[in-house]
Every structure is written in structure tokens, then in C-alpha cells.
T-cell receptor, first 116, second 116 residues
Framework: AQTVTQSQPEMSVQEAETVTLSCTYDTSENNYYLFWYKQPPSRQMILVIRQEAYKQQNATENRFSVNFQKAAKSFSLKISDSQLGDTAMYFCAFMSGETSGSRLTFGEGTQLTVNP | GAGVSQSPRYKVAKRGQDVALRCDPISGHVSLFWYQQALGQGPEFLTY????????KSGLPSDRFFAERPEGSVSTLKIQRTQQEDSAVYLC??????????????FGPGTRLTVL
């Protein structure tokens, strides 16, 4: 079974600065997908960024980028120019590309606070 | 059309009561997922539908939990004889994923269930 680990329960950053959230995972598969989701206090889970394991290039989405290290099974999220609206719980998630289902396996989450 | 919707947003039940939680997926999405999110934790998979077929129910915690999607669109998660440990946020997600194609899951706002 796959596992996802987020070792930082809480992080804080000053507005306009850069912060990196860590995520590691464990799998024996070669074909899979990784995601970062954001969950504000309203609890709507919002997709931040997606990475396909077969792609060597790291995904970017405006101020959000990932550092995907397949051999190390690491998938960190970098948020540049942090904004107050980035304050939320961030979840790293794994999706198999090989088993018949496409469920997500989530980490424990990192609570990010952006301070003015 | 609009995103995934869930109702009710909040539900308070007395221990032993039955509850029904509804999910309206994004129009045209064939896959539908239910997750349970305990306070301060990441979501955990409950069950998965492709169209009207329930392909995976391995995450349902007990036989008191039942889900259906009879016409391949709206889904209902039913919990019989609720217990205090059932208190959680129940998230629904939908995607275009099939057995072959893995697409992003889009989440609803969740239903917060409190069992007294």
C-alpha cells in the first residue's frame, strides 16, 4: 500500500516571501500521479498543482511550483510571493496509475499561515 | 456546469439515528469518490463509483455505511445507527477518470456530521 508523509504539521511565512512544504511517499509503482491540494477554513479542497511521475519536468502553476525527485520519492511544494489568501491546510496526495481504482491517498497535512 | 455540491453542509444526529448525505458531481464526470476526514487529519478513502457501478468499497469502516449511485450521477452515502466515532467531514469528489485515464479529482465543500 502507498503511504504519504508530510513531516511539517505547521509552517508560517511572511507575506511576499517564499516557503517550501515537504512531502515524501512510498510506493513500488512506476506510473503514478502526485497532487497538492489546499483546504482553507471553508474546507473546500482545491487543487493547487499536479505532477505525472513519467514527466521529468517539474510542474509549475503561477506562484506554485514543485520539486519532484522520483528516486528519492520526494514531492515538495514551493510557494513564491506568499499572499494572505494562501493561508490554509495543504495536503499532498498520491494516485496510482497502475491499479484499477484511482483513489487518492493523502498525507496528514501542513497548516500554512501567511503573516502580514 | 458548476462544481461538486453536497448537502446538507452540516448535520447533527443523535447516536443511533440514520443519516443520508448527498453528492451532486460535476456534470459528465463518470467517477465519484467518497472520503472521510477526521478533525485535523487528511481525508481517507471510503468508496468509489464508475457510473452506477460501485467498484471499490474497501474503505467503508463498517457495514453501517452504505453508498449508492443508482443512475450514475447523484450519489448518497448512508450511515445507519450512527456512533460518535462517525463524527467527521464527509467529502465527495468527482473526476473524468476511467480504468485507463487518470484525471484530477474535484471536491465538494463537504458535510460536517456531528453525532451526539
Amino acid at each position: 500500500a502507498q503511504t504519504v508523509t508530510q513531516s511539517q504539521p505547521e509552517m508560517s511565512v511572511q507575506e511576499a516571501e517564499t516557503v517550501t512544504l515537504s512531502c515524501t511517499y512510498d510506493t513500488s509503482e512506476n506510473n503514478y500521479y502526485l497532487f497538492w491540494y489546499k483546504q482553507p477554513p471553508s474546507r473546500q479542497m482545491i487543487l493547487v498543482i499536479r505532477q505525472e511521475a513519467y514527466k521529468q519536468q517539474n510542474a509549475t502553476e503561477n506562484r506554485f511550483s514543485v520539486n519532484f525527485q522520483k528516486a528519492a520519492k520526494s514531492f515538495s511544494l514551493k510557494i513564491s510571493d506568499s499572499q494572505l489568501g494562501d493561508t490554509a491546510m495543504y495536503f499532498c496526495a498520491f494516485m496510482s496509475g497502475e491499479t484499477s481504482g484511482s483513489r487518492l491517498t493523502f498525507g496528514e497535512g501542513t497548516q500554512l499561515t501567511v503573516n502580514p | 456546469g458548476a462544481g461538486v455540491s453536497q448537502s446538507p453542509r452540516y448535520k447533527v444526529a443523535k447516536r443511533g439515528q440514520d443519516v443520508a448525505l448527498r453528492c451532486d458531481p460535476i456534470s459528465g464526470h463518470v467517477s465519484l469518490f467518497w472520503y472521510q476526514q477526521a478533525l485535523g487529519q487528511g481525508p481517507e478513502f471510503l468508496t468509489y463509483f464508475q457510473n452506477e457501478a460501485q467498484l471499490d468499497k474497501s474503505g467503508l469502516p463498517s457495514d453501517r455505511f452504505f453508498a449508492e449511485r443508482p443512475e450514475g450521477s447523484v450519489s448518497t452515502l448512508k450511515i445507519q445507527r450512527t456512533q460518535q466515532e462517525d463524527s467527521a467531514v464527509y467529502l465527495c469528489a468527482s473526476s473524468s477518470s476511467t480504468r485507463i485515464v487518470r484525471d484530477t479529482q474535484y471536491f465538494g465543500p463537504g458535510t460536517r456530521l456531528t453525532v451526539l
